[in-house]
């Protein structure tokens, strides 16, 4: 763990408005009563509680930023149903998941699409977070790894060094997410090597490489002090505050101790 860590709480379609705000505030009593000093941490609510969650945050002063799920590359026009960067902008959404396997599985998001929203995102100034991993056949067809390179190629290849600061990486296999089954340290430890590999041909600095896959407060302790890791994108047990704290604090513990 080289940069300060880094975890988001991605809620995914979960809690409405009233729930956000609950575990919000559940949130913000938690990191109130103990904090934590060294890590960064954002939450990616559901595109229409981005407004009562943010203005938690703002009234409690809580040091976690908004974060959305998704955003269309458009600037705005006739895209029914889509959300623009500038709209999310307005709602003080600072980061933004990226090529999430749900969208790009569920909803056809290309490569190129997945490229473009990443533009899209940094040119606004705003932090992406570029979603890679690979389903289970790619993995037994240990092709896992030229899946991930070429993922890491397509979406940030020839990306102006502006905006390389803006960028953060997630490594989440497809057959950990949401299954209960993580990848183990030696798992995580080669794909997190593998993606700084990759990145240090792309991109200047040494930007922040996440894992995401069932993380939760049990294995995120061991899973973050065994792998080169530099923090987590967690899904369901971002939805319970005492288990993102535990993992909030099982980031904090480790990069005190490391740095
Ligand atoms: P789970 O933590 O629920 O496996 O989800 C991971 C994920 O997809 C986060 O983006």
């Known amino acids: 763990m080289s940069v300060r860590p880094l975890v988001i709480g991605n809620w995914k379609m979960n809690l409405d408005f009233v729930e956000a705000l609950h575990l919000t505030q559940q949130l913000g009593v ?6 934590v000093e060294h890590t960064d941490v954002v939450i990616a609510p559901p595109f229409v509680d981005l407004r009562s969650v943010g203005s938690i945050l ?3 002063r809580l040091p976690v930023a908004l974060g959305a799920q998704h955003v269309n590359p458009q600037e705005n026009g006739a895209h029914t149903g889509e959300v623009s960067v ?9 980061w933004v998941i990226v090529g999430h396997s749900e969208r790009r599985t569920n909803y056809a998001m290309s490569d190129e699409v997945v490229a473009a929203t990443l533009r899209a ?3 606004a100034g705003l932090h992406a977070v570029l979603c890679v991993g690979e389903a289970l056949s790619v993995r ?3 092709e896992h790894e030229s899946f991930v390179a070429a993922q890491l190629r397509s979406a940030l290849g020839g990306l102006e060094e502006r905006f390389h600061p803006l960028v953060s990486v997630a490594y989440e296999p497809l057959w950990a997410i949401g299954t209960g089954v993580n990848a183990t340290a030696e798992q995580v430890s080669q794909m997190s090597g593998l993606v700084r590999g990759v990145l240090a041909e792309l991109l200047a600095g040494a930007p922040p490489v996440l894992y995401g896959g069932s993380v939760n407060a049990e294995n995120a302790g061991t ?3 065994s792998s080169d890791l530099d923090g987590f994108l967690v899904g369901g047990a971002s939805l319970k505050a005492e288990s993102f704290c535990a993992i909030l604090h099982a980031c904090d513990d480790c ?4 740095r």
């Open 121 to 123: 995102v940094v040119r």
């Open 140 to 142: 037994e067809a240990d």
């Open 30 to 35: 938690l990191l109130k009563n103990h904090p």
């Open 86 to 94: 500038s709209m999310l902008q307005r709602l003080g959404v600072e």
């Open 255 to 258: 990069y005190a101790i490391k």
């Open 223 to 225: 899973l973050v002090r």
């Open 58 to 60: 703002d009234a409690e």
